[in-house]
């Protein structure tokens, strides 16, 4: 059996909703003007990790006592074959098996699909990117990194230990990483970032955005409106606000500096200000600046 699987689909002009789920092995999703919907399923040795190969292994060891034990590349040819891939009321599913033995064996999935699709992905263990412009996004990895270059419509990007990346996403984010940093290009819509001990940097910020992170230093490039509640327990924090944006600005910090270079007034504006920042850190710095272009 060979552990490369190639499928091909034909979906016309129109995007897709694409699921894919894997127990271990990397997720890469490339968005394009062309038509139809291709995939490719194989074994990926490299992207295998610890835990996983002690769970093959352990499985392996009990069906070799009962007599069913399989060499480890018929295994993985077997978990190739036996993953699905169908597409049914343009709908692309792609799911690696789900018995242990072979839900262990790390499975690289590439798909490439219309531009605008819609993009849900599940890996157990492995890195997911998304390239191209999608519409919403649902990222989860175990112990990955998520890479999602432009996206439309909402984005939720979850990783255990790994870092997040999003390009434009007008429609806001909803990002959380154990101890990746994240990084945002520019948000539009209501966004939260929770890390518990990576760096945090949002590229244009013109809508609500909440950032947590434990130690990791909180920065905001370019702020232009919204409200934003900024907090680190350890962490620096910075944020520009572009050059003609009235706001209204609140920071502290423990046992840190605490300033802003700009302009202060002691007196109500005439209109509500279009930005509020409250940001706190415990020990680290807070600075608030002219964005810089």
């Given at each position: 059996m060979s552990d490369v699987r190639m499928e091909q689909f034909d979906t016309g002009t129109d995007p897709v909703e694409i699921t894919v789920a894997t127990g271990s092995g990397r997720i890469d999703v490339r968005l394009t003007d062309e038509e139809?919907?291709?995939?490719?399923?194989?074994?990926?040795?490299?992207?295998?990790?610890?835990?996983?190969?002690?769970?093959?292994?352990?499985v392996s060891w009990f069906s070799t006592?009962?007599?069913?034990?399989k060499q480890p590349e018929d295994a993985a040819a077997e978990a190739v074959r036996r993953t699905r891939v169908e597409v049914v009321g343009g709908r692309l599913v792609v799911r690696s098996p789900k018995e242990p033995q072979l839900r262990a064996i790390p499975i690289a999935v590439v798909v490439r699909a219309r531009a605008g699709s819609v993009v849900s992905a599940r890996s157990g263990a492995g890195s997911v990117r998304?390239?191209?412009?999608?519409?919403?996004?649902?990222?989860?990895?175990?112990?990955?990194?998520?890479?999602?270059?432009?996206a439309t419509g909402a984005v939720q990007a979850t990783s255990g230990t790994g870092s997040v990346k999003i390009g434009p996403a007008p429609a806001g984010v909803q990002a959380r990483t154990g101890r990746g940093e994240v990084e945002l290009t520019a948000v539009g819509g209501p966004t939260t970032v929770i890390t518990a001990g990576g760096d945090v940097w949002l590229g244009a910020v013109s809508s609500d955005v909440t950032v947590r992170s434990g130690t990791g230093d909180i920065t905001i490039a370019d702020a232009t409106s919204g409200t934003l509640e900024l907090t680190t327990g350890s962490g620096a924090l910075r944020v520009g606000i572009r050059e003609g944006?009235?706001?209204?600005?609140d920071v502290s910090s423990g046992a840190g500096d605490a300033r802003s270079d700009l302009p202060l007034s002691g007196t109500a504006p005439e209109a509500a200000p279009t930005l509020r920042i409250r940001a706190r850190t415990g020990v680290g710095s807070a600075h608030v600046t002219a964005a810089s272009h």
């Open positions: 139809g919907v291709d995939v490719e399923v194989r074994h990926a040795p490299e992207d295998a990790n610890p835990w996983a190969d002690g769970i093959t292994n352990l006592q009962f007599g069913e034990a998304v390239a191209g412009v999608a519409a919403k996004v649902d990222v989860t990895t175990g112990t990955g990194s998520i890479d999602i270059a432009e944006s009235p706001a209204e600005i």
